[in-house]
């Protein structure tokens, strides 16, 4: 091998990979090939996981032709173990066997408890030929799966049975054998478009000589590629492709160089909702949609991403019978669906278990619906927003036993929502039925009206209270009621809607709703388990777009007003990091000293010596005082956190010219009492005493 730095080939040939394994495999790879190389002291430069349903592969650039001489200090047993009475003890002979010298080269330091033995270990530095065959064979085997299988004789488990392999450093073979296949030069290339054997000649080919058989083995170029030729079919078909990043990921795996057929269906099926079209198309089959370029409507055609460029009508054939079947069962669900009215089906939620001892979801609906009503009540809402909350509330659940959500159960909430505008039902109320599941994902949007928004947080606040008060609380690692997700779901909802909602009077309201139900926890016990949990959900959630110190801060003085608290949170923002900092250096000083204050309220300073600072300081407290309880009162938070850093370089000042614990003990007990009232006139507020402190890692 060259004595110069090569790039590093490994590609892995298997049985085709299902799509998670693939994307899996190559999100683990370069941490396990970096942490290998790391311990083998073999630089290296830039790393690419790449991959397909056949092949896993990694391509290394600039891998070092050898290790660097090692030469490191290496502390040894304390020299008590190491000695006795001046003859060297096992210990000491072992640790110089270790370092490769005599005894008597070993050096005494000191360290944290007393004087060890110490010595140089060297080590010259070896080949990379000689490393990378076991390394490439132990990087493989690390390679994580959901489920691995073993096939012939061997006990080798891999995601599915390796049929060849590839490492090459350079234009040099690697020896590696692993499940009895030995490492050479050869891969292959597209299975039905170039199936015959790629000879490589240097690692550095592998992209273009792949590329050249029709094998697209980076994943973001195969993304890629993949847009261009659906924007490009869906054009050439007349429309405008509904793009869809789930399918792009979910095809992504499923080939090695993408091909589109456009396919079509009946216009009869257009009287199908457009979310149950799309559903057949995108949960079962993995196809895309047509939408028309001009109108928006959907067209009767979809597109499929196929591994293969030959008999396009062949493929295309067999596709549209398999959606002519699928949404002919969709088209028999929906028929039968709208023949009852929506109301007519929610008795039958009571077969239907939510939780054990919790009722079922007849029950839960009939919570959620006087709950929604409670919430606007608390939010003094207009009487009409919450006669459609109500409404919407009554039917939410009501498609959960239609057929159309039995087959798609994707799609409840929206066929509550199209059975019951079929049904007469008016679209404010209908589009609660949608929109109470609104946020399904942290990336979604919440529901976008106040009606929709009473149900969304209603639902949820009764699984999290009902959940809480029978002990059903997410651990570090099992959440199986998602009640950290619904939590983030009531806080985003009540952020986006601008709904200032008191989170106690909410849990308590929740709760009322559990009249009948033996629950564990007292509503007191509930409301603080809940409260703190809230809390951490809040500050995690503020945390990603303002100051951690500013967030934590207001948390704790105003966590039960979410809404009130991005108030306070953002009138910190508008301060400089410098001046918060300034604030929170000064506050510290006064909260510290305040809890040694007597009983009683500070007067105007007395005494011999009265500083002007402190009558400066006095005055400021006065004015403060005044004014922060009257912005707290009205909401105005920039004026009352401005007047605090207006007023924080009086107490800097303070601290400079004036010293409160004198020995007077009347002053003292008074400039006391002044820190004590600072501290609380300001604690209404935020806790200043935290802004500028480095944030401390979530529980």
């Keep these: 091998m060259s004595n110069e730095a090569s790039d590093l080939l490994l590609e892995i040939g298997?049985?085709?990979?299902?799509?998670?394994?693939?994307?899996?495999?190559?999100?683990?790879?370069?941490?396990?090939?970096?942490?290998?190389?790391?311990?083998?002291r073999l630089r290296h430069?830039?790393?690419?996981?790449?991959?397909?349903?056949?092949?896993?592969?990694?391509?290394?650039?600039?891998?070092?032709?050898?290790?660097?001489?090692?030469?490191?200090?290496?502390?040894?047993?304390?020299?008590?173990?190491?000695?006795?009475?001046?003859?060297?003890?096992?210990?000491?002979?072992?640790f110089a066997q270790k370092l490769g010298c005599a005894v008597a080269d070993l050096r005494r330091v000191e360290g944290p408890k007393g004087e060890y033995l110490a010595g140089t270990r060297r080590e010259a530095g070896k080949p990379a030929a000689e490393l990378l065959p076991e390394v490439l064979a132990s990087l493989v085997a690390a390679?994580?799966?959901?489920?691995?299988?073993?096939?012939?004789?061997?006990?080798?488990?891999?995601?599915?049975?390796?049929?060849?392999?590839?490492?090459?450093?350079?234009?040099?073979?690697?020896?590696?054998?692993?499940?009895?296949?030995?490492?050479?030069?050869?891969?292959?290339?597209?299975?039905?478009?170039?199936?015959?054997?790629?000879?490589?000649?240097?690692?550095r080919d592998y992209v273009e000589a792949m590329r050249a058989a029709h094998v697209i083995v980076d994943p973001g170029e195969r993304a890629r590629l993949m847009r261009e030729r659906l924007l490009a079919a869906a054009r050439d078909a007349g429309g405008a492709l509904i793009e869809d990043d789930f399918l792009i990921g979910e095809n992504l795996s499923l080939v090695e160089e993408p091909h589109v057929i456009v396919g079509s269906f009946e216009e009869r099926f257009l009287e199908l909702p457009e979310r149950v079209i799309l559903e057949v198309a995108r949960g079962h089959q993995?196809?895309?949609?047509?939408?028309?370029?001009?109108?928006?409507?959907?067209?009767?055609?979809?597109?499929?991403?196929?591994?293969?460029?030959?008999?396009?009508?062949?493929?295309?054939?067999?596709?549209?019978?398999?959606?002519?079947?699928?949404?002919?069962?969709?088209?028999?669900?929906?028929?039968?669906?709208?023949k009852l009215p929506l109301a007519s089906r929610r008795e039958k939620l009571g077969g239907i278990v939510f939780q054990k001892r919790l009722g079922s979801v007849l029950a839960k609906a009939e919570r959620v619906e006087r709950l929604a009503r409670e919430l606007g009540l608390l939010l003094m809402l207009p009487e009409p927003t919450l006669v459609a909350a109500a409404s919407g509330a009554h039917l939410a659940k009501c498609d959960l036993v239609a057929l159309?959500?039995?087959?798609?159960?994707?799609?409840?909430?929206?066929?509550?929502?199209?059975?019951?505008?079929?049904?007469?039902?008016?679209?404010?109320?209908?589009?609660?039925?949608?929109?109470?599941?609104?946020?399904?994902?942290?990336?979604?949007?919440?529901?976008?009206?106040?009606a929709g928004a009473?149900?969304?947080?209603?639902?949820?606040?009764?699984?999290?209270?009902?959940?809480?008060?029978?002990?059903?609380?997410?651990?570090?690692?099992?959440?199986?009621?998602?009640?950290?997700?619904?939590?983030?779901?009531?806080?985003?909802?009540?952020?986006?809607?601008?709904l200032d909602l008191r989170l106690g009077a909410a849990f308590s309201a929740a709760y009322d709703g559990y009249a009948g139900v033996k629950l564990d926890a007292s509503r007191e016990e509930l409301a603080a388990r809940l409260g703190e949990f809230f809390a951490e959900r809040l500050r995690g959630l503020l945390s990603d777009r303002?100051?951690?110190?500013?967030?934590?801060?207001?948390?704790?003085?105003?966590?039960?007003?979410?809404?009130?608290?991005?108030?306070?949170?953002?009138?910190?923002?508008?301060?400089?990091?410098?001046?918060?900092?300034?604030?929170?250096?000064?506050?510290?000083?006064?909260?510290?000293?305040?809890?040694?204050?007597?009983?009683?309220?500070?007067?105007?300073?007395?005494?011999?010596?009265?500083?002007?600072?402190?009558?400066?300081?006095?005055?400021?407290?006065?004015?403060l005082r005044e004014q922060i309880a009257s912005d707290v009162r009205s909401g105005a938070y920039d004026s009352a956190f401005k007047a605090v850093a207006d007023f924080a370089p009086l107490l800097h000042q303070y601290f400079i010219d004036v010293f409160v614990m004198t020995d007077d003990a009347a002053v003292r007990d008074n400039r006391l009492r002044l820190m004590r009232a600072l501290s609380e006139t300001c604690a209404s507020l935020a806790r200043l005493e935290l802004l500028g402190e480095a944030p401390r890692a979530a529980s």
Excluded at 471 to 478: Q, V
């Design 45 to 94: 430069g830039a790393m690419r996981a790449l991959g397909t349903p056949r092949r896993l592969a990694l391509l290394v650039s600039g891998v070092a032709a050898r290790q660097p001489d090692l030469e490191e200090e290496v502390t040894g047993p304390p020299v008590k173990a190491a000695f006795k009475d001046g003859a060297p003890t096992k210990a000491a002979e072992a």
């Design 546 to 623: 303002l100051p951690q110190d500013a967030v934590l801060a207001c948390l704790r003085v105003a966590a039960d007003r979410p809404l009130d608290l991005r108030a306070r949170v953002r009138a910190i923002d508008a301060l400089s990091p410098e001046v918060r900092a300034r604030v929170g250096e000064v506050f510290k000083r006064a909260t510290n000293i305040a809890d040694k204050a007597p009983p009683g309220e500070p007067v105007a300073p007395f005494g011999q010596d009265v500083h002007a600072s402190e009558t400066a300081l006095f005055a400021g407290y006065l004015k």
């Design 404 to 450: 159309m959500v039995g087959e798609f159960p994707e799609l409840q909430g929206e066929m509550g929502r199209a059975y019951a505008l079929a049904q007469g039902v008016s679209p404010e109320v209908a589009d609660v039925i949608r929109d109470h599941y609104l946020p399904k994902g942290a990336a979604d949007a919440t529901a976008p009206t106040h």
């Design 286 to 338: 993995r196809y895309f949609g047509v939408r028309d370029a001009k109108t928006g409507a959907l067209l009767p055609k979809y597109l499929a991403v196929v591994n293969t460029a030959e008999a396009p009508e062949k493929i295309k054939s067999g596709n549209d019978k398999t959606m002519r079947a699928r949404l002919s069962d969709a088209q028999f669900f929906y028929r039968e669906d709208v």
């Design 454 to 498: 009473l149900v969304a947080i209603a639902d949820r606040l009764d699984t999290l209270v009902g959940c809480f008060a029978i002990g059903l609380i997410p651990t570090s690692t099992a959440d199986p009621y998602g009640l950290r997700r619904a939590c983030l779901g009531v806080l985003r909802t009540l952020l986006d809607r601008d």
């Design 143 to 203: 390679i994580p799966f959901r489920k691995s299988m073993r096939w012939g004789k061997g006990e080798f488990a891999f995601g599915r049975p390796i049929q060849w392999l590839v490492a090459l450093s350079g234009a040099d073979v690697i020896p590696v054998e692993i499940a009895g296949v030995r490492s050479g030069r050869t891969s292959r290339g597209h299975r039905f478009l170039a199936p015959g054997e790629i000879a490589l000649g240097a690692a």
């Design 14 to 40: 298997v049985e085709e990979l299902p799509s998670s394994f693939v994307e899996a495999a190559l999100r683990a790879l370069p941490d396990l090939a970096t942490k290998r190389l790391a311990e083998l």
